[in-house]
């Protein structure tokens, strides 16, 4: 898909954070974004924004752990706007905590927001798109998925089966005019889950800003790229692949370097701040 002109967009997690940098980008290129979050609030400012760049869109709010109502949403959007060419499942929480402190509901939540959710909403969409031959599915995973990390366990473990999902979904896709690309960032800084944890980054686990995030999708889904890490400084892309690679060979290399830069007390006080009651990753964040 060489262009986004005229195509119409579903973005989730639209509300807030890198979610709304996504929606500035979508309007920039001429796409119809329907942005899907809880916050009603949320998602009228994001089409706010869209409007002052001339972009068009609506705005849905809806719960998407609620995926057995999915079916109703796919219906709602086919009748306002038309059939979805587009699909971006960006929403995700993160909740912090040793394992054995997670209760059964929040590791729920987070598998069933983070994997469960985008594979049904997949799920939905992609017969429509693969009768019309053309359409893209960017999934929003995260580094944690590539490489597991202290005190996000189940963050980690739902983005490493985004991951794994999209990789094997895009094999399956193959030849159909039906693509698939999945988006790792790494630390991103100014807006986003990391900010809201109130948490101080080390300088060589590297950071990217949200606009690096939604260039990065635009750019996924016009060159058809199967998998971009995003990440600034001394670990941009080529170096975390580089050291992810080492880590298939030799995984405790790479935990003592993640120990050495500082990427697990990083993840250790994110699980103090959640504590005390910043960044509850499921909860209302008022945009900053
Ligand atoms: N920021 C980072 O440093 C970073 C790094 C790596 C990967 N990522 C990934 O980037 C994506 C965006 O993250 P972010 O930093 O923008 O997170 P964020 O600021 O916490 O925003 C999360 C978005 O997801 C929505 N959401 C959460 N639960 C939802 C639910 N049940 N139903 C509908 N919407 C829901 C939220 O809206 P409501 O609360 O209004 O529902 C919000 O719009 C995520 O996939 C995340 O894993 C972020």
Redesign the pocket.
Known sequence: MTSLKGKTVLL????????VYIARTLAKEKATVVS????KS?LDQTSDEIKIVGGKGISIP????NVTEFSTLVHQINKLVGPVDILIN?????ISRTFVDYSLEEIQSVVT??LLAPMELTRLLLPSMLERGTGHIVN?A???GKKGVAYNSIYSAS?AGLIMWSDAVREELAGTGVNLSTIC????SR????V?SDLTIPKFAGISIPTDVANAVIKAIKQNQAEVIVNGGLLNESMTKLLLAIGQIYPPFVNTIYRLIGIEKVNSRRRENLDIGINLG?A?IPRK
């Open positions: 989730t997690g639209a509300s807030r954070g890198l979610g899907v979050s809880r916050s949320g809806f719960d998407i752990t960006n929403a995700a929480i993160i927001t983070n929003i995260s580094l944690g983005k960032p790494g630390y991103v807006a986003g889950m990391t809201d499921y209302e």
